[in-house]
Each structure stands twice: as structure tokens, then as C-alpha cells.
């Protein structure tokens, strides 16, 4: 497993390389700057150069930003219009400090199709706006996140993201995240070995296992098809262990970045529930 958590940046970006270090992953994510706000302060070169420092004094080898959740690259004017540049400055600031990945959420919108050109269009113009970096081994990548499809949110199927994909006119700067909480709740079965093979390989047919380049693993608190996004611990919620015993021993996926979204805190023993789940995780792997 290549796996990691979402951890904090408080009191600097660099404070999640050294967190997820002392936990033992190999992976993790994180937000750039201020998730809840449109505007940040500007990202200055200490602050690079800090991050980049500290990260080649670790073993992680895949750091999965997320973009900011006000983010709606289908939303009306306004908010379309502030999305467009938050996603330019995220993308921009993945690149500079060298991310590979940076996940957002597609959007939401009522009418499915004229949402699902409207973020096509939002990608491209992002794109165009951020230049490879042609000196990085591993190019940042903007990654569209499969959602549960609560409300009008568009993602909730495979097809609404092969649809957005088709249109990119620089396809090889995108992917997908895949999130087990949100496909199960949109209606996609990984419980047991059999389902969870026809979903991967109806998400095959449709996107491209070489479009997944990072999984979110969370159990769910809601029920199968239920639309609805609320994460639980690993093999605590409607999921179950078997589902993530599915993910973790599918050899496919050994290079890709297992990102844990639970909820934080302690347990009733006192014990801290990243570490909690990553051991759950861990006795799940065939032959550990």
C-alpha cells in the first residue's frame, strides 16, 4: 500500500511532510493555502523552498493536494467566476512546490450537460494558464474527484467524467480521483470481490485505469445508494472491512496514493484514529 491521510498545515505546509513522516506513510494529502476562503495570502519563496527541503528529508513519494471546496467550476457567474482563478492559483501553487496531484471537486448544476461543458471549458482555460513545469520529474496533475451525488453535484457517475475528459485539450494533465465513500453512496457495489470487479472494470470501460491516480478510502455512514456524503471509519460504516480488503490486495493499484479521509481524533482507548485506521488497513493486505 501506498498510503496516507489528509493532514494538517497548521503552522505551515511543510508541518504535513514531517506529520505524515511520523506516522509512516508514504503518501498524503493536503490543502495549499486556506480551504474556506477565496483569496490567500500569496505563496512566497521561503515557503517553497521550506516545503520542498523538508519533503526531501522524508519517504513520501505522492502528495495529493485538494482544491478548495468553494470551488464550482459549474456554478452560476459569480461563483464560476471566482473558481476559474482559485483553481489557477491551487494548481499554480501545486507546481511550485512540487505536487503531484491536485484533486477537486467537478461541480454542480442542475442541468448535467450544460454543467458538464462549462467545467470542460474551466479545465482547459486552467490549463492554458498554467504552463508545464519543464523541469518537473513528475508533472502536476488536476484531478477530478468521483462524488457521491448529493443535491445537483455532477461526478456521481463514470460517464459525467468521461464526458468532461473528452473535451480537454491537454488530456494528459488530468485524471481522477476515485473516492470509496462517495461510489458506493452514487450507487456503485465494492463490497464483495465480484462487485467490486465489475465496478473497476465498468470504471475501466468508461474512463481508463490509467486515468486513476489516487484513491480516497473512507467507509461510509450511509447506506448504498443513498446519495449522500458522509465519511466513517475504515470497515466501521455500511462499507465494511471487505470492501477495503478489495482495494487494498488488488495489485493495480500498488503505485497509487490510498488517501484516508476519516474523521480525526482519538477512540475510547485513547488512540489516535489515523493510526487506528492505517493499522486496520494494514492487517487487511494479503499475506501481512
Given amino acids: 500500500m501506498l498510503l496516507g491521510s489528509h493532514l494538517s498545515i497548521s503552522g505551515g505546509l511543510h508541518k504535513a511532510l514531517i506529520a505524515a ?6 503518501a498524503l494529502a493536503l490543502f495549499l493555502r486556506n480551504q474556506v476562503q477565496w ?10 523552498e521550506k516545503f520542498r527541503e523538508t519533503r526531501a528529508q522524508t519517504d513520501i513519494r505522492v502528495i495529493v493536494a485538494h482544491a478548495s471546496y468553494l470551488v464550482n ?6 461563483v464560476r467566476d471566482k473558481s476559474i482563478p482559485a483553481l489557477i492559483e491551487d494548481f499554480s501553487r501545486a507546481q511550485r512546490l512540487g505536487v503531484e496531484h491536485l484533486v477537486f471537486h467537478p461541480g454542480s448544476n442542475p442541468d448535467l450537460e450544460a454543467g458538464q461543458k462549462m467545467i470542460t471549458d474551466a479545465l482547459n482555460e486552467i490549463a492554458a494558464a498554467v504552463e508545464p513545469d519543464p523541469e518537473a520529474v513528475t508533472p502536476s496533475r488536476i484531478l477530478l474527484e468521483t462524488t457521491a451525488g448529493q443535491g445537483n453535484c455532477i461526478g456521481y457517475r463514470f460517464e459525467h467524467l468521461a464526458a468532461i475528459m473528452a473535451g480537454l485539450v491537454q488530456p494528459e494533465r488530468f485524471g481522477v480521483c476515485l473516492d470509496t465513500c462517495h461510489i458506493f453512496a452514487a450507487g456503485y457495489d465494492i463490497r464483495t470481490p465480484e462487485t467490486y470487479a465489475a465496478a473497476m472494470q465498468e470504471f475501466d470501460d468508461i474512463i481508463g485505469l490509467d486515468k486513476l491516480l489516487a484513491i480516497h478510502l473512507n467507509d461510509s455512514k450511509k447506506d448504498f445508494g443513498t446519495r449522500v456524503d458522509r465519511h466513517e471509519h475504515i470497515g466501521e460504516g455500511f462499507l465494511g472491512r471487505q470492501a477495503f480488503v478489495n482495494v487494498v490486495n488488488d495489485s493495480r493499484l500498488a503505485d497509487i496514493p490510498l488517501i484516508m479521509e476519516t474523521p480525526k481524533g482519538l477512540d475510547e482507548n485513547g488512540r489516535d484514529w489515523d493510526k487506528v485506521n492505517a493499522q486496520t488497513l ?3 493486505v494479503s499475506g501481512s
Fill in 21 to 26: 513522516q511520523e506516522y509512516g506513510f508514504e
Fill in 39 to 48: 483569496r490567500a495570502k500569496p505563496l512566497d519563496d521561503s515557503a517553497v
Fill in 73 to 78: 467550476l459549474a456554478g452560476k457567474d459569480a
Fill in 282 to 284: 494494514a492487517t487487511l
